[in-house]
């Protein structure tokens, strides 16, 4: 890796949930998207309510739709492993990925790639499996109605070709963010936590500082610190840390002490009940509220002596069952020898050798030493961990982060020799969602003075996890 002036002394990453790269920027000018050049649906994008049958008036082609913030996604569309995500990339007979090739061999699909996401059976809705996921997983957000995301994209850079680590669902795909494996979990029905070494366990040896934060709500004037931190499903040493579970109230006085660690992972979740309150852009959330989030993290590093030291990396864990037309790319897979569970791995009926990521998703870097720009360079989540190494002169955790692009290539292509002095000092943000003022550094107050209960599908993780979600942690 090159050393340059855009090389960051601090690393900050805020991870989002579970949307596409066509779902949040397919109408972006210039990125690979939905649309042709001259901004009409380009035709080779659609999905088929059979796709193992070619287009017909029984079997009509289903277009991705344009929607605004102000369409609720009424469901949460499937993006398990092997009922979810192995369907819609490649089609309805697939169980496993062997090679980089699905098997058994999928015959012939219309279209060829990604052609399931409309006609995979939705899940949480229906016992009997008759919903599907339907046309609302083939959206996309119509360009510049997310005030935040789509203007950061313009300002900053935006990489259109960053892939999730694997075809399957939140807590996969943030094991691969964190361990560079999943420990041979592909479902998140498993259960158990991740017993392999973690970037933290990498920076902890190397004497170099690191803090998880999450979102806090206020309840009868107590801080309650959002159980919903990463670090509970990774090892013991890490879990019971005391540089996990910080509130995200402690980032903006760090940032304007001039104190961040080397390496902050920012978590999404504010812990709340209703469509318009969840901070996660989970669907079912509104991404306005999560807008905010993220437009007050960026005004937290912007108005503060961090902000020329710092890298920020805004990216998703997954896709969340939405589509996206590009077909996810072969990849190493992470090497076996430690913390892999073969007993969970074989309760399976699936064969999965990690031969391949997962769908495309979003994916921003900030930092006033960049120029805007559209980095079209292969990613992925793990190449973060890949940089966050090559900084500091980590040993790689396994073959997946080790090989992985760095993104150190992206400051090398978009970087400049002084820092930009036209970066906005902040964004508007949604009026009536958390952090409508813009301001980390204000604990966030729920309605009548009382913090939100967990979102319904943590509620589900938490129960799967054995974890007691309702307890709040002591500020």
């Known amino acids: 890796m090159s050393t340059s002036a ?17 779902h949040l920027f397919g109408a972006f000018p210039g990125a690979d998207g939905v649309l042709a050049e001259d901004g009409t649906l380009k035709p080779d994008i659609y999905n088929l309510p059979d796709p193992t049958s070619p287009p017909s008036q029984n079997n009509p082609k289903q277009l991705p739709i344009e929607i605004t913030p102000d369409v609720p996604l009424l469901h949460d ?32 699909l219309w279209p060829e790639v990604n052609s399931g996401f409309y006609s995979t059976k939705a899940f949480n809705v229906a016992s009997d499996g008759s919903v599907i996921n339907g046309a609302l997983a083939l959206s996309y957000y119509r360009h510049g109605s997310l ?30 963010m964190h361990a560079a494996q999943t420990g041979g979990f592909i479902g998140d029905d498993q259960g158990g936590s991740l017993n392999a070494p973690t970037i933290f366990d990498r920076l902890d040896a190397a004497g170099l500082s690191w803090k998880m934060y999450a979102p806090d709500a206020a309840r009868d004037g107590t801080i309650v610190r959002n159980q919903q931190t990463d670090t509970r499903f990774l090892n013991s040493t890490i879990q ?90 072969q990849a190493v897979p992470p090497d076996n020898e430690v913390g892999w569970n073969w007993d969970a791995y074989r309760k399976l009926e699936v064969n999965f050798d990690f031969s391949v990521l ?74 009536d969602m958390p952090y409508a003022n813009g301001d980390l550094g204000k604990t966030y107050v729920a309605e009548g003075g009382q913090a939100f209960p967990l979102p319904s599908y943590m509620e589900s993780l938490a129960e799967l996890y054995h974890i007691d979600a309702k307890q709040p942690m002591n500020a």
């Not at 994209?153 to 939140?170: M, R, S």
């Open 77 to 108: 569309f499937n993006h398990n492993f092997g009922s979810g995500m192995l369907t819609s990339l490649f089609g309805p007979n697939a169980t496993g990925v062997t090679q980089g090739a699905p098997t058994p061999a999928p015959g012939m």
């Open 6 to 22: 855009t090389t960051p002394k601090r690393i900050v990453v805020l991870m989002f949930e579970n949307r596409s790269f066509d």
């Open 240 to 329: 019971m840390s005391p540089n996990t579970r910080i509130p995200i109230t402690q980032f903006a006085a760090d940032a304007q002490a001039g104190n961040l660690p080397f390496y902050s992972f920012l978590m999404c979740w504010l812990p709340a009940g209703t469509y318009q309150h969840d901070t996660s852009m989970h669907p079912t959330a509104d991404p306005r509220a999560g807008e905010n989030l993220l437009a007050s993290v960026y005004a937290a590093l912007r108005n503060s002596p961090s902000w020329e030291e710092t890298l920020l990396v805004v990216t998703f864990d997954e896709s969340g069952g939405i589509y996206d037309h590009v077909a996810p790319p």
């Open 147 to 176: 005030q935040v995301l789509h203007k950061m994209a313009a300002d900053f850079v935006l990489c259109d070709n960053w892939f999730c680590d694997i075809p399957g669902d939140t807590l996969l795909n943030r094991y691969f």
């Open 358 to 431: 997962g769908p495309r998703i979003p994916a921003l870097l900030i930092s006033p030493w960049l120029r805007p720009g559209i980095a079209k360079g292969q990613y992925q989540n793990t190449s973060i961990l890949k940089f966050i190494e090559d900084c500091a002169r980590l040993d790689p955790l396994t073959h997946r982060d080790g090989q992985a692009p760095s993104l150190a290539t992206i400051l090398d292509q978009f970087g400049q020799a002084e820092p930009r002095a036209d970066c906005p000092t902040s964004y508007p943000t949604y009026l």
